[in-house]
């Protein structure tokens, strides 16, 4: 990894086996290659947020893409829940496709979450007692896979928590959409957020329709949320398939996630050590 005082990095959202936009995103972020190595000028460097495989065509290429620069010190990465499967499923003993076995070892040396010294960086959320609880875990370590893999248990909780959200039931009689038209049972929230009080439309970070005003979440059901404080450092993560038209910067969490597959736009953040983010600083393929 690089070294992690770096404040000058650039962040990348979920890339799903895009490789044609990946490669047109660096560019527009001013990494040359001279053949072997691709780095920046100014010595930027890159940081992923998760979700390298799955759904676009070449996850192999971004696999050995993003490996290639890891290893070479020129970035840094966490897990995503797509790769989080892929493990659970290589420790349980499931089936894993041919084309992702040889990159295995690697995905099981990244972290889950990544403090830096002025950012963070999850998949999905930064809920702090999940990531107290999981922070002297690895996923290399196979008992730890197993103990996630047990329903409803601590580590399965938290790692779920931070990799695929935090989400709350939508009561049977309500019928939400979301941004595909697929009927939800469950939205994910604005995790950082006080949602008290708030009805179900106000809570939902990927946005669903109808939008009905005045159905509320029961207090129970928020009783997970862990609010993020504005003094805290600003937070990336990805995930959350943002249509345009959502923010992706919200007070200190920026979500880079903007749906490759189906908006054919991957999307940036040019991080340079500042406190508050600021959507002057993200950056598209589009
Ligand atoms: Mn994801």
Not at 162 to 175: R, T
């Amino acid at each position: 990894m690089f070294k992690i005082s770096n404040k000058n990095i650039d962040l990348i959202g979920d890339i799903h086996g895009h490789h044609t936009q990946l490669i047109k995103l660096l560019q527009k972020l001013g990494y040359t290659t001279d053949g072997s190595i691709i780095a920046h000028p100014q010595d930027r460097k890159l940081a992923f947020v998760g979700d390298f495989i799955n759904r676009g065509p070449y996850s192999e290429k971004v696999l050995e893409l993003v490996k290639s620069l890891c290893e070479q010190g020129q970035a840094t990465a966490v897990l995503g829940n797509h790769e989080f499967r892929l493990i659970q499923n290589a420790v349980s003993g499931k089936p894993v496709p041919n084309e992702f076995a040889p990159f295995l070892q690697w995905l099981r040396s990244l972290p889950l979450f990544l403090e830096l010294d002025s950012l963070r960086i999850v998949h999905a959320a930064w809920h702090f007692s999940s990531i107290a609880l999981l922070k002297e875990n690895v996923v290399s370590d196979d008992s730890f896979i197993k103990e996630t893999l047990i329903k409803k248990s601590p580590y399965s909780k938290a790692t779920q928590h931070i990799l695929s959200g935090i989400k709350v039931n939508i009561p049977k009689d309500l019928v939400l959409f979301d941004r595909f038209g697929i009927r939800r049972s469950k939205g994910r929230l604005k995790w950082w957020m006080n949602l008290k009080e708030k009805p179900f439309s106000e809570c939902f970070f990927s946005p669903m329709t109808p939008v009905v005003p005045d159905r509320f979440p029961g207090e129970i059901e928020l009783f997970e949320l862990e609010p993020y404080p504005e003094h805290e450092k600003p937070v990336f993560i990805g995930h959350y398939c943002l249509p345009p038209n959502i923010p992706k910067v919200s007070g200190q969490v920026v979500c880079i996630d903007g749906c490759v597959t189906c908006d054919h736009t991957l999307w940036g953040y040019q991080y340079n050590g500042e406190r508050i983010p600021n959507v002057s600083k993200l950056i598209e393929t589009s």
